[in-house]
């Protein structure tokens, strides 16, 4: 805010002190226009945020915040209870991560390494790209006619044998938490990839021939120098990808089963918000719009906390830079 | 000469930007009344009169035959109508339907509550016009190992009920054996496959079973509580869950069940008699049925003794009053047509025709319709 003014107040003085050139016009002009643009997109999600308040606040006043801890879902008697999909949506994205997080920065350090080739490595991270590009839909069908199906036996093997773990207790029938989680993280993999490569990329290469020349092997300068160096921006791009996965919709409706109830077990069908706002919405009666309106916003509250936090951490590893 | 072939090729034309139309229609859903894709515009200048374009919104299990009814009838009847038909599910299409932002609206389950009060208050305390256009049926789709669609198994209404229920959890469960003498069934557990996405096709399911079996506490809606089982999202979903599971069974929609031949149970009716679901059955349970003045007719349990016991109707709702001629005129040879000489597409897609008592009836009712 402060910048914003000592700005305005900097371009005040020069059009005092100077002539009207088309040139300083056409500078003026670009700084109000852009001015807009930034505050065009604050107001949009201002917006936004109070249009799906108000459709909300019935629901909010009706169930209040017992909605965030309650386990029933029931459109038919007016009953609903959120926790089961709070849960889910942080679960599966979390596991999620823990899939695609070590699997993603491996691949990032491959690719700005000079293992191989320019030419390979270019290949491959166009490949990674386009894993990004395929539509979620297509993706939510072929988890059900091809990844479900050829992951079951899988499923039933860790079932049987690690089945005492509450977490892979019940009976794996195929679409679950577990199922969804994996197919995310396929999905939000290209994120934490392209963003930790570039930034991996970008380091300064002093940093690399440093530590070479102290006698570091290969291994001990990229886990002590590099990644730590670059540590901010693959943070940053976990965050985007934890983002991505909590409010991935389509997937999450095909794969999850939708179960409204709460289970330890990653085997066990469940849902997540916005799974539940997917399939709900286009029958909903007019309470049940209310109740899901209110359920988007406290996605959208999830969300900024997670980002909040992400720029608090981001920040917390700048200083230590 | 020249001239007619002139005007079947652009007959053609119109009707593959038609179709090109309500494909963009039904994927973007962000068109409002009379706005239709550009692509249309220049062929629309094909017919004889002024192009009139129409758009509805609302339910998605009736939108495949909607949308091959107007591709028809714009192609064979009149060029110049050209309808958007988004499906975008009956309770979005109702919210537009009151809104005013469509020409007509549609439904699996009649309007009612607090959406009827609403629609009073914002038209002058006139009752919206419902009419209902097609029929479909409900199937119970099961899979056990080694049965094939021809074998097919029956199921008494206290075993179907059983199972939705929770009380009957296996296939050996002596219930299913005594209504099916003769054939062996395996000692495999039952997984119950219901829709986790709020449908007409749970609409009309629950419908009978709210009415037919006791101890059903959820209730009749488009998505309820159900005491078990699994969720599968839209008819696709449910039916993944029952083709890649072993001793699953669920309900999915006739129409889906028969084009992807997945086996499906008879079901004993009101009468007594194991029905086989096809279309000839499921037309059975809305003969000789009193509709009532609004045609809002639900069969939760039809009395015909031949008569398929799940079926339910669709509803096309039009408004009592319409500014603009032309658009009122279309709309409604449009609607009469599906109803008599687009029931040939109605049979080929699996749903069920209105019977002529039913039809005659809508005739009258959209007669009432004014234009100002």
């Known amino acids: 805010m402060s910048s914003f003014a000592g700005e305005s107040q900097r371009f005040t003085k020069q059009m005092i002190s100077k002539r009207n050139s088309p040139e300083r016009i056409a500078d003026q002009g670009f700084f109000w226009l852009t001015l807009v643009m930034a505050a065009s997109v604050a107001l949009l999600l201002i917006w936004i945020g109070l249009q799906i308040f108000t459709a909300a606040f019935p629901a909010i006043s009706t169930y209040g915040l017992g ?76 988890g059900i006619f091809v990844f479900v199906p050829f992951m079951r036996p899988f499923y039933t093997f860790l079932n049987s044998t690690l089945g005492w773990i509450p977490l892979f207790a019940g009976s794996p029938r195929g679409f679950s938490l577990l199922t969804l989680s994996l197919v995310l993280s396929v999905m939000i993999m290209p994120i934490i990839i392209s963003i930790s490569r570039g930034t991996l990329n970008q380091l300064p290469p002093e940093l690399r021939l440093g530590a070479m020349a102290l006698g570091a092997t290969r291994w001990e300068t990229i886990l002590r120098v590099l990644i730590p160096a670059g540590l901010s921006g693959i943070i940053g791009s976990v965050m985007l990808a934890l983002g991505r996965a909590m409010g991935e919709t389509m997937v999450a409706a095909m794969l999850v089963g939708n179960a409204n109830r709460l289970s330890a077990s990653l085997l066990d069908p469940g849902s997540t918000i916005a799974s539940l706002i997917a399939s709900q919405f286009a029958e909903a009666g007019r309470v049940q719009v209310q109740v899901l309106m209110y359920a988007g916003l406290v996605l959208m509250f999830m969300t900024l906390v997670i980002n909040i936090v992400a720029e608090m951490i981001i920040k917390k590893f700048q200083n230590i830079e | 000469m020249l001239f007619s072939k002139l005007v079947s090729r652009r007959a053609s034309l119109v009707s593959i930007s038609l179709a090109t139309a309500v494909t963009i229609a039904a994927c973007g859903g962000g068109t409002t009344d009379g706005e239709v894709p550009s692509a249309t515009e220049p062929a629309a200048g094909g017919g004889s009169g002024e192009a009139v374009a129409l758009t509805g919104a609302g339910a998605s299990f009736p939108a495949p035959l909607y949308q091959r009814w107007f591709d028809a009838y714009n192609r064979e009847v009149d060029s110049n109508a050209q309808v958007s038909y988004q499906s975008v599910g009956s309770g979005a299409g109702l919210e537009q339907y009151i809104a005013g932002t469509v020409d007509f609206g549609a439904s699996d389950a009649p309007i009612q509550g607090d959406r009827l009060e609403s629609f009073k208050a914002a038209y002058d305390d006139a009752d919206p016009i419902q009419v209902p256009m097609a029929g479909g049926a409900v199937v119970l789709a099961y899979n056990l190992p080694d049965f ?109 069940a028969k084009l992807n031949e997945i086996p499906r149970a008879s079901l004993e009716n009101a009468s007594g008699n194991f029905v086989y679901p096809d279309a000839e059955a499921a037309s059975l349970a809305f003969e000789g049925v009193e509709v009532p003045e609004d045609f809002g007719l639900l069969v939760p349990d039809p009395s015909n003794a031949d008569a398929y016991p799940i079926a339910g109707l669709t509803w096309i709702l039009v408004y009592p009053e319409y500014e603009n001629e032309a658009t009122w005129e279309t709309l409604k040879s449009i609607l009469l047509w599906g109803l008599t000489d687009g029931q040939d597409i109605t049979t080929e897609l699996d749903y069920v025709p209105m019977p002529d008592s039913i039809v005659e009836r809508v005739r009258e009712v959209l007669d009432g319709v004014q234009v100002n």
């Not at chain 2, 198994?153 to 469960?173: F, K, P, Q, V």
């Open chain 1, 67 to 142: 909605f965030l801890t309650s386990t029933t879902w029931n459109p038919v008697s007016n009953v609903y209870g959120l926790l089961p999909q709070i849960y889910g949506t942080l679960v599966s994205a979390l596991v999620a991560l823990l899939i695609a997080v070590p699997l993603g920065v491996g691949v990032a350090v491959f690719l700005s390494e000079d293992f191989i080739p320019y030419t390979l490595r270019d290949a491959i991270s166009m490949g990674i790209e386009l894993i990004a590009a395929i539509p979620s839909v297509v993706l939510g069908l072929w």
């Open chain 2, 148 to 256: 094939t669609v021809e074998e097919e198994i029956s199921l008494a209404r206290e075993t179907y009920c059983g199972i939705i229920l929770g009380d009957i959890t296996n296939w050996n469960d002596p219930a299913i054996a005594a209504d099916n003498e003769g054939v062996e069934f395996p000692d495999l557990p039952i997984t119950w496959a219901h829709r986790s996405d709020g449908s007409g096709t749970t609409f009309i399911f629950v419908n009978h079973v709210n009415e037919v079996c006791d101890g059903w506490e959820g209730g009749v809606g488009t998505s309820v509580d159900w005491p078990v089982g699994v969720g599968g999202q839209g008819n696709e979903g449910v039916a993944a869950q029952i083709q890649q599971n072993e001793g699953t069974i669920g309900y999915v929609e006739y129409a889906y």
